[in-house]
């Protein structure tokens, strides 16, 4: 079984055209297709903060001391 996914424009008239290279010729094949309406991703993906959020479970994390600052040579 091969999958092929493409994201296709319906025309005006409300009707799907697909040209799809199967590499059978000669062949009978059974197709299936599914139809989904494809909507533009703003914002966060469903999920993210409850997967994201709360979810370090080892010790607290904690910033040590920077100490100073590095002087180095001028380049220009």
């Known amino acids: ?3 092929i996914k493409l994201n296709k424009k319906v025309g005006a008239d409300g ?3 697909l ?3 199967v590499e059978m010729p000669d062949t ?3 197709v299936t297709v599914t139809i989904q309406r494809v909507t533009s991703q703003q914002g ?3 999920g993210f903060f409850e ?3 709360g979810g370090w479970v080892g010790e607290p994390l904690t910033r040590p001391e920077q100490g100073e600052y590095e002087n180095r040579e001028q380049l220009f």
């Open 28 to 30: 009978e094949i059974e």
């Open 1 to 3: 079984m091969k999958s």
């Open 51 to 53: 997967e994201v959020i």
């Open 15 to 17: 009707i799907l055209h």
């Open 19 to 21: 040209d799809i290279p």
């Open 44 to 46: 966060w993906m469903p």
